[in-house]
């Protein structure tokens, strides 16, 4: 291993497969809290059913997953015309800003590096709407209507990565629905985790685009699968423009099991964040030169106050085989930023005994 730097940080977190190559260790070797995906591992049951219709590979999935959108269309009590399943957010992500007629984009930052990118890929003029450190990244939305010309595209995570930060989502569509000139990307990805209601059950109003994940509440980042929900007027746009087989058999299959059996995973998830969550955060607060941004997701962000750099401090983590994110590429952070997953009660352990050895302090 490289005794002095390990690894430039990337776009994202989570790429736990490139760093084990990097680092010359096997997969099950590195502790990833970086990647934000759920504490509670495999859904039960997901696997045995994946095992049972493994042979459904020799044959093309279904054109545009019609069995997994009709599902989850029932679970929001939406029509099937209003949503589109997808190879994960990042597919709708990409393709809204090439399918609107909005010529800028306003993106609500920190936050996913890929709104920008879309955008920019899209052709899009791109502004920030950059949160407050001061104000603990709160959205302060008397200060973003100010910045509401009409004719953007805005783009909001909630709860927002990587702030954890999240908004209420009746207070949220009030916004939208007082802001008809302007349109709306609501990425939910991380929603699940809080229980706070997703904008899919309630009425959509027609400047809304809103992305649901599995990957990250269900831990299946690697099936690729997402959702799209938007007024049937919009959606018919995108429709007939998707190419047919857009997501895997795999990824049908998982989705279909998880729509009809995955409520009470979700509920374990959020009874055991409710559970760990505060002690985790009390501790890391606790470390000598950490600051804890105040969050509501499955994952902390957080300020190293000292003389220490986000970059080093992922570099060390790293040569003790955990992963974290070094959030100094997030516009609107800097360079003492780092995010961190809560995961099961050992990994958290052990992380927080590495980050207490690095920063001067026992646990």
């Known amino acids: 291993m490289d005794a002095t730097t390990i690894s430039a940080p990337g776009v994202h977190g989570g790429d736990i497969l490139s760093m084990a190559r990097r680092l010359g260790c096997g997969v099950g070797d590195l502790v990833d809290l970086s ?9 039960p049951g997901l696997r045995e059913a994946l095992v049972e219709r493994l042979p459904e590979i020799s044959f093309l999935p279904e054109s545009g997953s019609e069995t997994l959108v009709r599902l989850f269309a029932g679970k929001y009590g939406c029509s099937p015309q209003q949503v589109l399943a997808g190879n994960g957010t990042t597919e709708f992500i990409y393709a809204v800003p090439t399918g609107v007629q909005s010529r800028r984009a306003l993106i609500i930052a920190p936050t996913y590096a890929d709104y920008q990118t879309a955008s920019q890929w899209a052709g899009l003029s791109v502004d920030f709407f950059t949160l407050k450190a001061d104000e ?3 959205l302060d939305f008397t200060r973003l209507s100010a910045r509401l010309t009409g004719g953007e595209l805005v783009f909001l995570c909630n709860p927002n990565n990587p702030t954890g ?5 009746r207070v949220l569509l009030d916004f939208i629905l007082a802001h008809p000139a302007s349109e709306f990307l609501v990425d939910e990805s991380y929603l699940p985790f809080v229980g706070e209601p997703s904008l899919a059950g309630f009425p959509l109003p027609a400047n ?3 992305l649901c994940s599995s990957s990250k509440i269900y831990g299946i980042p690697g099936l690729r699968l997402g959702f799209l929900v938007a007024s049937e007027e919009k959606m018919a746009r995108f429709a007939e423009r998707r190419k047919p087989w857009g997501v895997n058999r795999m990824a049908q299959v998982a989705g279909e099991y998880l729509l009809a059996h995955g409520d009470t995973y979700v509920q374990a998830v959020r009874e055991y964040l409710a559970q760990a969550l505060p002690g985790f955060v009390a501790r890391l607060a606790a470390l000598p030169g950490v600051q804890v941004v105040p969050g509501s997701a499955n994952f902390i962000l957080c300020r190293l106050t000292g003389s220490m750099t986000a970059p080093r401090l992922r570099e060390g983590m790293l040569r003790q085989r955990i992963m974290i994110r070094d959030c100094s590429n997030f516009t609107g952070l800097g ?5 961190i997953s809560l995961q099961d009660a050992e990994r958290n352990e052990r992380c927080l005994a590495a980050l207490a050895g690095i920063l001067g302090e026992k646990v």
């Open 35 to 43: 990647s934000n995906l759920t504490p509670l591992g495999m859904v």
């Open 136 to 138: 603990d990244f709160a």
């Open 165 to 169: 930060r999240v908004v209420s989502s």
């Open 208 to 210: 809304l685009f809103l």
């Open 335 to 339: 360079g003492h930023y780092f995010r």
